[in-house]
């Protein structure tokens, strides 16, 4: 189930982040971090000046492997 939001959606991560992109519904990248070093595990996502919708937030670790959440927009 979406996790909705009407302001900012932390991400928290059991192993080092590398980069976090936010994709709106129709599959556009809104958003996109990347971490020179991967030792961020926690991270806040501001959707505030996004659109109210459905967005998928991709986690991409530095051992390779990614995840994603889908968050709503109030």
Do not use: C, H, W
């Amino acid at each position: 189930m979406p996790n909705p939001t009407q302001g900012v959606a932390s991400i928290f991560a059991n192993k080092p982040i590398l980069s976090i992109d936010v994709i709106d519904n129709q599959g556009n990248v809104v958003e996109q971090t990347s971490f020179r070093q991967a030792v961020v595990r926690e991270y806040a996502v501001d959707f505030q000046n996004q659109r109210t919708g459905i967005y998928t937030v991709r986690v991409s670790f530095a051992d390779g492997t990614a995840d994603s959440v889908k968050v709503i927009k109030k």
